[in-house]
Nanobody, 124 residues
Framework: QVQLVESGGGLVQAGGSLRLSCAAS????????MGWFRQAGGKEREFVAA????????DYVNSAKGRFTISRDNAKNTVYLQMNGQKPEDTAVYYC?????????????????WGQGTQVTVSS
């Protein structure tokens, strides 16, 4: 069993930055691919970014490319999402997810464990 706890959300002005963190329990964190998803009010959960078990492979939704960076520290059992140049359309609840496989995936159904989410609000 893996427990995920997100932190770092909040209110930021357009153009600002936030860094989300996701702390994972369990000794197998370093074997898992990790992802960040977001869900705005009334919309489906959307893929944002993912990182492979080693950090050697990453991918992003097109709207996040060049602005967001996903990274991980396996020694700390933590994955991060650095968000720069934020836009009002980034406003959503952001979820961390773990996949019991080494390589990234893009669909929510391919992830096995989820955090409780952290709210990110970007004001214009």
């Amino acid at each position: 069993q893996v427990q995920l706890v997100e932190s770092g959300g909040g209110l930021v002005q357009a153009g600002g930055s936030l860094r989300l963190s996701c702390a994972a329990s369990g000794r197998t964190f370093s074997s898992y691919a990790m992802g960040w998803f977001r869900q705005a009010g009334g919309k489906e959960r959307e893929f944002v970014a993912a990182i492979s078990w080693s950090g050697g492979s990453t991918d992003y939704v097109n709207s996040a490319k060049g602005r967001f960076t996903i990274s991980r520290d396996n020694a700390k059992n933590t994955v991060y999402l650095q968000m720069n140049g934020q836009k009002p359309e980034d406003t959503a609840v952001y979820y961390c997810a773990a996949r019991t496989a080494r390589y990234i995936a893009w669909g929510p159904a391919e992830y096995d464990y989820w955090g409780q989410g952290t709210q990110v609000t970007v004001s214009s």
